[in-house]
């Protein structure tokens, strides 16, 4: 079992931008690389698909076939379940009258993790978000027993979102991989006292600091690569 799950401090805060430096890094590094959106909300129309942003972004930074058959990677794979309204994914999924199944998403991962050499899987909105009567995102997390990421987008507010979530980390004792200051801004007031507040605070490693405005083919050097390879399991 080899990758991370992203989880984020909130919805958007930057998982699918660390995601995405995450895939550049595995793929700049030798490996097959793929990226995988369990549970997706907000869709739009272009041309004859149905497209949502995150599926999209994973899909161009991950490796584009299979690593064994060389085949296209399915789409219900990257995401087996995916809703129109952008919003929570346990009400869009009740408007469609579906219940988010964590066997189906289970599955989706297996044979992902089976056809490459890492896997980059990305939560929706915070850590607690409900997906349903089976669990929430934590609980997802722990049944793919990926090592966590947590991404910290930082603004007024993170700091309180960041421990909360931290918190609710610990209460699962998940694999923990480290966390990453994304800079949701150009000039943070007191950006580097807010990391060191958070370094003080929430468990390591502290696995980097995103730059404001930095595209994911770039923003893999940011990131702290000896100790992303020490995750449990790492394969990077
Ligand atoms: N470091 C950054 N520099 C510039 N823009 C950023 C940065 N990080 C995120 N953004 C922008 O902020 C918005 C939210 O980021 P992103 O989509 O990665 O968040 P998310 O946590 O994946 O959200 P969601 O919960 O919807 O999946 C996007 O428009 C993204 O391009
Ligand atoms: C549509 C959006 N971009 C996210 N993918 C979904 C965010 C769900 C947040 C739920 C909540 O905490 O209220
Ligand atoms: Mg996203």
Not at 106 to 116: D, G, I, K, P
Request: aromatic share 8%.
């Amino acid at each position: 079992m080899r990758g991370w799950f992203v989880l984020g401090t909130d919805t958007g805060v930057g998982k699918s931008r660390v995601a995405c430096a995450l895939l550049e890094g595995v793929r700049r590094g030798g490996l097959h690389g793929l990226g995988m959106k369990p549970v997706a909300t907000g869709f739009f129309r272009q041309g004859d698909r149905w497209v949502n942003e995150d599926v999209e972004l994973l899909k161009h930074h991950g490796d584009s076939t299979l690593k064994h058959s060389g085949g296209r990677v399915p789409e219900e794979w990257i995401n087996p379940y995916g809703f129109e309204p952008p919003i929570a994914p346990h009400l869009a999924a009740h408007r469609q009258g579906v219940n988010l199944s964590f066997g189906v998403m289970r599955t989706a991962y297996q044979h992902l993790q089976s056809e490459t050499d890492c896997l980059v899987v990305e939560g929706a909105g915070g850590v607690l978000v409900p997906l349903g009567e089976e669990g929430d995102m934590v609980d997802l997390a722990q049944s793919f027993a990926l090592p966590v990421i947590l991404v910290v987008g930082l603004r007024l507010g993170c700091l309180n979102h960041a421990l909360l979530s931290a918190e609710a980390l610990q209460h699962r004792s998940l694999p923990w991989a480290g966390w990453i200051a994304n800079c949701l801004g150009p000039d943070l007031e007191e950006e580097e006292r807010q990391i060191r507040t958070l370094q003080a605070r929430l468990p390591g490693p502290f696995l980097g600091r995103y730059p404001y405005g930095m595209p994911p083919e770039l923003g893999y050097t940011a990131l702290h690569w000896e100790s992303l390879r020490k995750s449990p399991r790492s394969a990077v």
